[in-house]
């Protein structure tokens, strides 16, 4: 089976742009979670999506959305971008929605705010 | 309440050692906590979870202890190899927040050859 699959790797954007990051669960997957990692804050929950529906949201401000479509691909879009947005932007993906289903995690999209 | 604190920050360990991370938490809610490993330019890679109700478990030469009334878990790396030069990451999660994963704040681990 192919992994999570994240698109585009690496994004460079400056402030007060908007960005779309794309994610491709495993094949079955219906859950799917985004994560902002960066070296201060670490790894961060953003949000998360099960069948279209938004399950769970992170502390994050209202710029930073996502949806998810009816084959389970997800999108996360951040408008009016800050410098402090750059980060590797995580997506992870498991069967259910299930307190104890395994995530996997995609490579990431490097985004960089300049 | 929602955080989960990881140490040491750093380790150097040399091959043949047992480099140990510690997390600890806070919320009694939380009842699943997976370990996972991270190489440079990668996302986190699962490697071995626990729920409450064990106090060890191992998969191949990595082992977690968890101490429920001490809030506390900890990954055991036996016989660590030049590969598994990497950043660990413990989490946790809550039943009543599936999908949500707090994760502890990282160790790099280096095993010198």
């Known amino acids: 089976k192919a992994g999570v699959t994240q698109t585009p790797r690496y994004l460079i954007k400056t402030r007060g742009q908007q960005v779309t990051l794309s994610c491709s669960p495993i094949?079955?997957?219906?859950?799917v979670s985004w994560y902002q990692q960066t070296p201060g804050q670490g790894l961060q929950f953003l949000f998360e999506?099960?069948?279209?529906?938004?399950?769970n949201k992170g502390n994050f401000p209202g710029r930073f959305s996502g949806r998810q479509f009816s084959n389970s691909r997800s999108e996360m879009n951040v408008s009016t971008l800050e410098l402090g947005d750059s980060a590797l932007y995580l997506c992870?993906?498991?069967?259910?929605?299930?307190?104890?289903?395994?995530?996997?995690f995609g490579p990431g999209t490097r985004l960089t705010v300049l | 309440q929602q955080q989960v604190k990881q140490s040491p920050q750093s380790l150097i360990v040399q091959k043949g050692g047992i480099p140990i991370i510690n997390c600890a938490y806070e919320?009694?809610?939380?009842?699943?906590f997976p370990w996972y490993q991270q190489f440079p330019g990668k996302g986190p890679a699962l490697l071995i979870a626990?729920?409450?109700?064990?106090s060890e478990k191992k998969e191949g030469r990595f082992t977690i202890s968890f101490n429920k009334s001490a809030k506390q878990f900890s990954l055991h790396i036996m016989d660590s190899q030049p590969g598994d030069s990497a950043t660990y990451f413990c989490?946790?999660?809550?039943?009543?927040?599936?999908?949500?994963?707090?994760f502890g704040q990282g160790t790099t681990l280096q095993v010198k050859p």
């Open positions: 992870a993906s498991s069967q259910t929605s299930a307190a104890y289903n395994e995530q996997f």
């Open positions: 094949s079955g997957h219906r859950s």
């Open positions: 999506y099960f069948s279209e529906t938004q399950r």
């Open positions: 919320n009694t809610a939380f009842d699943y």
């Open positions: 626990i729920r409450p109700d064990v």
């Open positions: 989490a946790a999660r809550g039943s009543s927040n599936t999908g949500k994963l707090i």
